[in-house]
């Protein structure tokens, strides 16, 4: 059974930092493009970063680069989101997903086959 499990959610305020995590069971991972969507509420599902299988590119959204680091430890966990310098507007459910074995890390939701539920992040003003 796939499964994506999301991890270190919570409440902060704003300007603080928040590491939140994701593990995957079920298949092999590690060599697979993981990517870091969130949606607010009353919004939809949006990009927020990316990496390729072998951790040797990245991309993120304009709203959070240079703010947010994704990275991946597979021996631990497939990928890894460091938030710095956190925003009320960064308020929302954090979604990690998983692409193709060796496929490319892209901004599109609909190339990625596996979701995990969610992380609930809150950033007070």
């Known amino acids: 059974q796939v499964q994506l499990v999301e991890s270190g959610g919570g409440l902060v305020q704003a300007g603080d930092s928040l590491r939140v995590s994701c593990a995957a069971s079920g298949r092999p991972f590690s060599v697979r493009p993981m990517a870091w969507f969130r949606q607010a509420p009353g919004k939809e599902r949006e990009f927020v970063a990316a990496?390729?299988?072998?951790?040797?590119?990245?991309d993120y959204s304009d709203s959070v680069k240079g703010r947010f680091t994704i990275s991946r430890d597979n021996a631990k966990a497939p990928v890894l989101l460091q938030m710095n310098s956190l925003k009320p507007e960064d308020t929302a459910v954090y979604y990690c997903?998983?692409?193709?074995?060796?496929?490319?890390?892209?901004?599109?939701?609909?190339?990625?086959?596996?979701w995990g539920q969610g992380t609930q992040v809150t950033v007070s003003s």
């Open positions: 990496i390729n299988w072998s951790g040797s590119s990245t």
């Open positions: 997903a998983a692409g193709d074995l060796y496929g490319t890390a892209t901004r599109e939701a609909t190339r990625y086959d596996y």
